[in-house]
């Protein structure tokens, strides 16, 4: 059986090209970029080199890039870095109720330390108001989180504007653009983003490496304190192999981008027109248009996510729930909850995310078997027979 | 989070999937919020337990619990069932991730309700005969 994997949105695989760029940081070259020896001098010029590359796919400098372990560290460095550095000026984080865990657990965590943090609504399409975020800004208020794209519904946020807005009031603006870099086209300066997260592993990189962008003069407290490499703003010894990984797969996605965007684009409208099609009773989740190039999530009525997931499974078909059955909370995905699904239709998602390796083929499949798998369920469940008869 | 090879097995074949017309019970627990919903239907003849279905929406766990409870059930006394834990439920079925043990409980509390309800309906109908006889 040909399996076929559609949850891109959880993790890419590492790129061959990538791979072998890093395969040489192993044994062969293997200095630390600390050291001031040749061996040393050779790993530097590479995390360098990396950073270089980094940096011009966002429109940064060099410097204003920091290599971190993935999305989740960026995101607690940057909430947390920021909010302790500018505690003299005000104590009030402003973001919204669709972030990323790493967002939102990150800011539980300083509302416990005396923080107070103002969790944005969204509309029914997962777009956050930027006029909200400029009503919610107060004397306080140092730091505003929204990121650039939703992972589970694929909305695209309105960053341009949210930057604006923080530009004006004089508050640091930064975007979790985990799903993002090397997706989308993203220019920190024309978006007035201060902060910017960014994880490896989801542009065919390596899983443990990522980028905090941090804008020039902006005011954080480091994350991790000890040696020090990046100028301070993260000690540790470089995960050489990861960073050059992570320059040679943002270097692939920067060319690729274009072509790609086309691609994937035209994937997810015919996946999502044959899902809702072929499927009675499913809807799109997220906004039509403003989405992820890759992104497709569908709520199917009458049936649960999970046991649609296993059953895709056992046909080879990899995708992803925001049903509540695997977390221990029992509560279904906090994003559709906040789009205003109810709770029947919020258990009842799927999540498609498409990449690089998929075909029209793996649509064709996903369609042969979904409807089938949808009707089995629905035989079986009671809420089907009380409300279709 | 990973299902024993006897919880999948119940999961693409589930057994006694439906309903019973004119049961002599039926169960019916969970709710949306949760995203678990069972409906268990049982007939009984003579204090035994004949026939045991179900629907449900769940997920796999959900689906492999109900599945196991209505083999569980058949053939028992109403006594005999009246003693099936969750426990036993998961045990049957090579055991759930803890997470899951959730579910386990939704069968166990979907056949005591079901267990409740015929007798309450036996009640209601002695007491409906009672009332015939004195009419009468």
């Known amino acids: 059986m040909k399996r076929i994997y559609l949850d891109n949105a959880a993790t890419t695989p590492t790129d061959k090209r990538v791979l072998e760029a890093m395969l040489p940081y192993f044994s062969d070259v293997y200095g630390n970029p600390s050291s001031l020896h040749a061996f040393g001098q050779e790993t530097k010029q590479a995390i360098e080199e990396a950073r270089h590359i980094a940096a011009r796919l966002v429109g940064a400098r060099q410097e204003e890039i920091v290599f971190t372990s993935g999305g989740t560290e960026s995101d607690n460095a940057a909430i947390k870095g920021v909010a302790y550095a500018r505690h003299d000026r005000g104590n009030h984080i402003i973001t919204s109720k669709i972030e990323h865990h790493a967002v939102l657990e990150t800011c539980h965590f300083l509302e416990k330390q005396g923080f107070s943090v103002t969790y944005l609504p969204v509309d029914q399409f997962g777009l956050v108001d930027p006029e909200d975020v400029r009503k919610a800004i107060t004397k306080k208020t140092v730091l505003i989180s929204i990121m650039h794209a939703n992972n589970e519904i694929g909305t695209i946020e309105p960053v341009f504007e949210i930057g604006r807005i923080a530009k004006e009031n004089d508050v640091y603006f930064h975007t979790d653009a985990v799903q993002t870099l090397g997706h989308i086209p993203i220019d920190v300066n024309e978006m007035n983003i201060d902060l910017l997260s960014a994880s490896g592993h989801k542009l065919y990189g390596p899983k443990g490496v990522g980028i905090l962008y941090v804008k020039k003069g902006v005011r954080m407290h480091p994350f991790m304190h000890g040696g020090d490499q990046e100028q301070r703003r993260r000690a540790s010894t470089h995960n050489v192999p990861g960073i050059v990984g992570f320059g040679k797969a943002v270097e692939l996605a920067g060319e690729e981008m274009e072509r790609e965007i086309d691609n994937l684009t035209l994937l997810r409208d015919r996946l999502i027109a044959d899902i809702t099609a072929s499927v009675e009773f499913s809807r799109l989740n997220g906004h039509p248009t403003r989405r992820l190039p890759n992104n497709v999530n569908v709520s199917i009525s009458y049936v649960e996510g999970e046991s649609m997931l296993l059953n895709l499974d056992m046909e080879g078909i990899a995708c992803s729930t925001g049903s509540a059955c695997t977390s221990s909370s029992l509560e279904p995905s906090h994003v559709l909850s906040a789009i205003g699904l109810p709770h029947e239709l919020a258990h009842g998602s799927l999540r498609f995310s498409l990449g690089r390796d998929s075909r029209g083929s793996d649509i064709d499949q996903v369609i042969r078997v979904l409807p089938g798998i949808v009707r089995k369920l629905r035989s079986m469940s009671p809420l089907y027979k009380k409300e279709v008869k | ?136």
């Open chain 2, 1 to 136: 989070m990973e299902y024993s090879e006897k919880v999948m097995e119940h999961f693409r074949n589930p057994r006694n999937v439906g309903e019973i017309e004119n049961a002599d019970g039926v169960g019916r627990v969970g709710n949306p919020v949760c995203g678990d919903i069972m409906e268990l239907y049982i007939k009984v003849k003579g204090g035994i337990i004949t026939d045991a279905k179900f629907k449900t929406f769940g997920c796999g766990a959900a689906i492999a619990t109900s599945s196991m409870v209505t083999e569980l059930v058949r053939n028992k006394t109403i006594e005999e069932a009246l003693q099936i834990s969750n426990r036993a439920v998961a045990e049957a079925l090579g055991g759930l991730p803890p997470i899951k043990m959730h579910c386990s409980v939704l069968a166990e509390e979907a056949l005591k309700k079901a267990l409740d309800d015929y007798h309450e309906r036996k009640r209601l109908s002695s007491a409906a005969r009672q009332r015939k006889l004195q009419a009468g």
